[in-house]
Every structure is written in structure tokens, then in C-alpha cells.
């Protein structure tokens, strides 16, 4: 099974997608105007106490107050908020707490307007990503994940990860941590680190003690509703995680992107540098790679199923339900419950597929095709664990009612990832009225004149729908090469896919979109500069 990690930045951030076998399985936008990412640490404010949710509300600098809730204060409270205090008013003069005195431990039951005041400022981690109309929700059991290891501040406790079944690992693991860890952090050791030996896990530890000592210094300047520490980015927190996979590349199509996840991986994983590729070629790295084909086609609400059927999905504001439809599969089987079964267990390798790549979280009901038989269930139901079972996120699986309904509760941390397929008519604009299509290829014409000639622009490139960018490179003397020949400047086509037939984007030598004009003055410009010529 191959894993291939696909990078393509744009003006608005970098979209990020994970290939398995060719297939889309993980697609992530990691937009540049996020400010708010899950692991994200800040100085924040009370704003306000409200003892009946048994939670407050913090000003982090967001428009609408992040949510924390007395059950994510943390068992360590109280050293954090002594910490906190010392840190910001210059009495802890260094980072490591070797020499920190605790302040003991939070009562598990105890009541919000006894731990917090209005106005007092604390040190708070983002543990769910704004969704819809809530604020981002917070912890203060603050924790910085590494590649191996999870590294938790006041505490001593060394937790290892319930996926690691060895009891011989596990006490070499504890061991190994024991030795290296520093006084007053705790440890939570990853799936990832089984097997690993002691200079790789204290290659981690040091990473994350750096970040800690970066937090230190971080707060002692901080003013409130600062970000005193921010988590890495998708992308980079995505190959902290995955490079445990058999990957076989990560391609990048943006040179300082490349630069910067090199040094990435020098740090954490130098054997994995030869896995990093700069995309260089003519066709974009979504088009090389088929992805943009594949979000058209995953991302509508209606969804083919391989070998017959289809899903059809619908997202509201309190769950996501997925219904399973046969289609013409129905007429290729005389049984019902085998034509049922089979139907359904593509689906449902189709549905656990759709939850990862669309990142949906919270409730999502299944309305499976009604079968009969509780084995064709039970096949049904496992099919869905092992096709989660490589997810990453917590979730749980209650067995199929029998109405045929599977309801699966997926953590969410962040919004689902929604991309529009359908297409307002770009002829129209929406409107039911159009005018010739033909008439684009004048307005390329017309806009390749105007910057050629009126604006002295050089080294353009024209991206277009697949069938124009026939129309203008194929022929023994293409278009493409006409326009060479009378402006003796070289216009580059390329082919996107994700224009509509009538649609055209232009860039200039830097790759920066050039705003044009509208084609009608693109059009007076010309006839303009015709009718002196004439005069």
C-alpha cells in the first residue's frame, strides 16, 4: 500500500492532501488567515463566570469568547495558575521546573466560581477549533505533542499508550523515559515510539523542552490575549504524525514550502529527507496527480459507491446523516438481501472513507439498505471498524438498529471540510441568460493584447479549461504559437480542470493572478487603438 503526501500552495494557504494507493483519502486547506489552530497556546482573560454551565468564558483576542469548562482545567490547576502568575510577573526567573513547587491538585467535582474570577488571566491551550457560531473551546491541561512523545508540565506521571500491548515494550519504553525526562513533566509515549531506540525518543524530548522554554519566554513579555506559543501547521503536524507510515513521497510545489519542510524533517526524521520532492514540472501537482478530478467527484452530495450504488449526504448544524442507495445496482440481482449486502458493504467502506476526508465530526447517522439477516449486519458493522481503525481520531461505532441505522459519534476539533462541486454557470453568472460561448476566445485574445501591448506585461501564464487549452496549443501552427509570433513574446498555457469551459485565470511572471479588466473595455481598448491605425 503506497502513502503519498501532496502539497499545493496558493494566495490563500496550502492545500494538503494524502494519497493512498492513487486514492484520496485525507484533503486539508490550511488557510493563511487562521489564526486559531488546535494546540495553539495563549494569555487569556476572563471575561466572564457563569457557575450554572459550571464554565467560563475567555477573551483570546477571537469575535466570540472561548468556551472553558471546569472539567478542562485540569488536575494541575492551581501550579499552573502559580506558575502562570510568577512567569508574567519575572519572580520565576528560568524555565525548567526542577526546583517549581506544586500547589496541589484541583478538586474533580468542585464549582467554576471558586477557581476563577473575572478579569484574571490564565494560560490556555485550544483544544477545539472555532465551528459555525461557537468560539474555539480550552483547556488548561496544557500539553506539547512530539513525534513519540506527549510532554505534560507539572506532573510525574509516565502514561503509555494502550496500543502498544507489549508489557515487555511498555516497561522498556517507561524506563528509557524515566532516564531522560526532566524534573516535574510528565510523559504520555506514543503508539509511534514502540520499537524506537533511546537517542530518537530523547531527540524528541529536547524538542519539546525547547518549546517549553520558548513558552517560558514567551509569557514572561506577553500581554493579554496573546498567542504565546502556536502549534505547528497542518502540514507539518500531519508528517509528525504520519511519518511513521510507509510513505513513498511528499511532494511540494512551492520552493520556500520545500525549504522549510527540509528543515522540518532534518529535525525530526533525517532519514526521510529523500522522500521530499519539489514539483517543477508544466502541469499543476493537483492536475499530475489526478486530486482535482477527485474533489469534484468526493465532495458533492451525492457520492458514487465502486460497483454500484451511491451515498447521498447531508450536513446540519446538530449531525451529518448518509443515506445508501442501490441505484441500478437492484436490477443486476435476483436476491434482495444478497443485492442489500453487497451494496452495503461498499458503502461502508465509501462512508469511512467520506468521514476522514471530509474531517466530519460530532453525530453521523447511516441509513443502511434494510437487510434481514442480524450476519449481514455484523459484516456490514465490522467493515466500518476496520476501515476506522486507521483513523486518527476518537470515535465510536453502536451496532445497526433494526431500521437499519449505524450512528457513529467521530471527535471534532475543527470544522468539516466543505468544498462546493456544483458550478454556477459562468456564461450567465446564475441569471438563465447567456450569451455565445464562442466569444471567450475573443476575450482571451483581447486580454493577452491588452497586457502584451498596453501594459508591457512579459512571462504571463494563461490557465484554462482542458478543451481551450486544445484549442489554443494543438496545430501545426497553434494559436499559442501565433500569438508569439505577433507580439514575439511567449504566452504559457496551462490546463485547470477546476475552471468552468467559459473561464480563464492569468498570472504574471511571479505567479500572482493579474486582475483584468472587464472584457467589454478590453474590447473598446482594442477597437480604439484599430481606429487610429485607420485614421
Not at 494559436?479 to 498570472?507: A, C, F, H, N
Request: hydrophobic content about 40%; proline content about 3%.
Amino acid at each position: 500500500m503506497s502513502n503519498e503526501l501532496i502539497i499545493n500552495s496558493t494566495q490563500d494557504g496550502e492545500r494538503i492532501a494524502l494519497l493512498q494507493d492513487k486514492r484520496l483519502i485525507e484533503y486539508h486547506f490550511d488557510r493563511n488567515d487562521t489564526a486559531y489552530s488546535v494546540g495553539d497556546i495563549f494569555l487569556g482573560t476572563v471575561k466572564k463566570v457563569m457557575p450554572g454551565l459550571n464554565a467560563a468564558f475567555i477573551d483570546i483576542g477571537y469575535q466570540k469568547d472561548a468556551f472553558l469548562h471546569y472539567g478542562d482545567l485540569g488536575e494541575n490547576f492551581p501550579s499552573l495558575v502559580k506558575w502562570g502568575k510568577g512567569v508574567h510577573s519575572q519572580k520565576i526567573p528560568v524555565g525548567p521546573l526542577k526546583t517549581f513547587q506544586f500547589d496541589g491538585t484541583l478538586d474533580k467535582v468542585g464549582k467554576i466560581d471558586n477557581a476563577l474570577k473575572k478579569g484574571q488571566q490564565l494560560v490556555v491551550q485550544i483544544i477545539k477549533e472555532p465551528i459555525s457560531t461557537k468560539g474555539p473551546r480550552l483547556s488548561m491541561d496544557i500539553s506539547m505533542a512530539g513525534r513519540y512523545l506527549v510532554l505534560v508540565p507539572f506532573s510525574n506521571t509516565i502514561s503509555v499508550s494502550k496500543k502498544i500491548v507489549s508489557k515487555t515494550e511498555r516497561e522498556r519504553l517507561k524506563r528509557l523515559i524515566a532516564s531522560i525526562k526532566p524534573d516535574n513533566f510528565g510523559v504520555i509515549i506514543r503508539t509511534v515510539a514502540e520499537g524506537r531506540e533511546v537517542a530518537e525518543l530523547d531527540r524528541d524530548m529536547q524538542n519539546m523542552v525547547e518549546k517549553w522554554n520558548t513558552l517560558f519566554q514567551n509569557l514572561k513579555a506577553g500581554k493579554p490575549n496573546d498567542k504565546i506559543l502556536g502549534e505547528l501547521g497542518r502540514t507539518s503536524s500531519m508528517l509528525r504524525d504520519m511519518l511513521n507510515e510507509s510513505f513513498d513521497a511528499i511532494t511540494v510545489d512551492s520552493a520556500p514550502m520545500y525549504e522549510e519542510m527540509r528543515s522540518y524533517l532534518q529535525q525530526i526524521a533525517p532519514d526521510k529527507l529523500g522522500l521530499l520532492k519539489l514539483h517543477t514540472g508544466k502541469v499543476k501537482v493537483f492536475e499530475q496527480h489526478g486530486i482535482e478530478k477527485q474533489l469534484k467527484t468526493l465532495f458533492g452530495k451525492t457520492v458514487t459507491v465502486p460497483g454500484g450504488g451511491y451515498l447521498v449526504i447531508e450536513h446540519t448544524e446538530a449531525l451529518h446523516v448518509i443515506d445508501v442507495n442501490s441505484g441500478n445496482k437492484s436490477n443486476q440481482e435476483g436476491d434482495q438481501e444478497a443485492t442489500a449486502l453487497h451494496v452495503n458493504l461498499a458503502a461502508a467502506k465509501e462512508v469511512a472513507r467520506q468521514l476522514r476526508l471530509r474531517d466530519m465530526g460530532g453525530i453521523i447517522v447511516v441509513d443502511f439498505i434494510d437487510m434481514k439477516s442480524g450476519e449481514s449486519r455484523k459484516k456490514v458493522e465490522d467493515t466500518v471498524h476496520s476501515i476506522m481503525k486507521h483513523d486518527k481520531a476518537r470515535y465510536t461505532i453502536l451496532p445497526i438498529t433494526k431500521f437499519g441505522l449505524l450512528q457513529i459519534t467521530r471527535q471534532r476539533v475543527r470544522p468539516a471540510e466543505a468544498i462546493v462541486t456544483g458550478e454556477v454557470c459562468p456564461t450567465c453568472g446564475g441569471t438563465g441568460k447567456i450569451s455565445a460561448s464562442i466569444l471567450v476566445t475573443d476575450e482571451i485574445d483581447n486580454s493577452i493584447d491588452d497586457l502584451l501591448v498596453a501594459q508591457n506585461q512579459s512571462g504571463i501564464t494563461l490557465s484554462v479549461h482542458p478543451f481551450l487549452h486544445a484549442y489554443y496549443t494543438k496545430g501545426l501552427v497553434s494559436r499559442q504559437m501565433k500569438w508569439y509570433l505577433k507580439y514575439y513574446k511567449w504566452v504559457k498555457v496551462m490546463k485547470d480542470t477546476s475552471l468552468g469551459l467559459t473561464e480563464y485565470r492569468i498570472e504574471d511572471e511571479h505567479g500572482e493572478e493579474i486582475e483584468l479588466h472587464s472584457a467589454a473595455a478590453a474590447m473598446s481598448r482594442l477597437q480604439d487603438r484599430e481606429l487610429e491605425i485607420t485614421d
